[in-house]
């Protein structure tokens, strides 16, 4: 099964109904009712768990082995799937760049971000929709999909060529961020007392995949009406989501309540993905998330997804399979897996919860 070469309906852009001054949203952007975000979060002190990395790190990236921050990390993939971390190697100020210029991509003419109007053959470009489902209740927003690995699938003329700097800031944001993933699959990979190498090996090694969606979130004349990215997990391995500085929005499913995420000051937003969730045969967990629009300010993300390579078979460690706790999920290969999302478009954790095995 492939995905097919085209949309299924014109694509509209979400940024120009935004700039039209619609008061009202069209139909296609309500979501059911019971979808929809509610009006006074409760929980409003709550926050997913802040690490700081400081020191978890020698200068040659071994792992300081008897360091407390391991087990905050291990707690919060067992409890949260989602946290922030502080002190984590990425430039501060590389992180402000390559948010600033794609906003600054957004903002171009539209003629020049249709040059790279994207197909739901490989997504890669720009976009307004996931999913190729006819008739089916839209996100509100617009968004940018690139790969930065393997290399073979890393094309720099598939990414714009305007802002002068994208390409260069964003091919060393990649850099920057592939280096602290790399890290946190050790302490992952420790946490599951398996070798600290034991999921990179898993992903392919030297080999993985690497992409990043840029999301967009225009300003919304009925917020209450809409999501901005409706509910779901990340169907990859782990994902590093650098949020906008000023502009809440994300929301992260604990004990059935949305509890708004409140970023600290350039960290980035760890979750993980559905791969690794298989992977720890469900020791560690992929959170369902959703973001929420605003009338006010627009609203840019990047979400950097470090995934497995995508023809190999992903399956749950087989240390962590006992007579007690056995194997939950099938083996199957990351290039099937998301075939799901890119066909029906983001529908919570029915994906994952669908392919466990009964027991
Ligand atoms: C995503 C995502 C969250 C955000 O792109 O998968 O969950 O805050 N983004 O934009
Ligand atoms: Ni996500």
Redesign the pocket.
């Given at each position: 099964m492939n995905c097919p070469q085209d949309w299924p309906e014109p694509i509209v852009r979400v940024q120009s109904l935004s700039d039209s001054g619609v008061a009202v949203i069209p139909d296609q952007y309500i979501k059911p009712s019971m979808e929809r975000p509610e009006e006074f979060s409760e929980n409003t002190q709550t926050n997913i768990p802040i690490i700081d990395l400081e020191g978890l790190f020698d200068d040659q990236h071994g792992l300081m082995l008897n360091s407390s921050i391991i087990e905050l990390i291990y707690q919060a993939c067992r409890e949260w799937g989602f946290f922030q971390v502080v002190n984590h190697g990425v430039s501060p100020n590389l992180m402000d760049q390559a948010r600033e210029v794609w906003r600054d991509f957004f903002h171009m003419p539209m003629e020049t971000k249709q040059e790279y109007a994207n197909s739901p053959k490989t997504y890669e470009g720009y976009g307004s929709r996931l999913g190729v489902e006819k008739g089916a209740i839209l996100d509100w927003s617009d968004y940018y999909f690139l790969h930065y690995r393997p290399s073979s699938l890393k094309d720099h003329n598939k990414w714009p060529s305007a802002p002068l700097a994208l390409r260069e800031v964003i091919e060393e944001y990649g850099k920057q961020v592939v280096e602290l993933a790399g890290k946190l699959m050790k302490v992952l990979s420790i946490n599951l007392g398996l070798k600290e190498e034991y999921l990179q090996n898993a992903f392919g090694g030297d080999d993985i995949g690497a992409c990043l969606?840029v999301?967009f979130y225009p300003r919304c004349p009925q917020p209450d009406l809409t999501l901005g990215?409706s509910s779901h997990s990340?169907p990859g391995g782990m994902?590093f989501?650098l949020?906008d500085h000023d502009v809440p929005?994300?929301q992260v499913r604990k004990d059935h309540k949305w509890i708004t995420v409140k970023p600290a000051r350039h960290a980035f937003i760890v979750n993980i993905g559905d791969q690794i969730q298989v992977l720890s045969n469900a020791i560690y967990k992929s959170v369902e998330?959703r973001?929420m629009v605003n009338s006010l300010k627009e609203r840019v993300?990047l979400?950097f997804f470090y995934n497995p390579k995508s023809d190999l078979l992903i399956e749950p460690a087989k240390a962590l399979v006992t007579p007690d706790t056995p194997a939950l999920y099938p083996g199957m290969t990351f290039d099937q897996y998301r075939l799901y999302i890119r066909m029906r478009g983001p529908r919570g954790k029915s994906q994952v919860e669908s392919l466990k095995s009964p027991r």
């Open positions: 969606r999301n990215l990340d994902t989501l949020p929005g994300l998330h973001v993300s979400a």
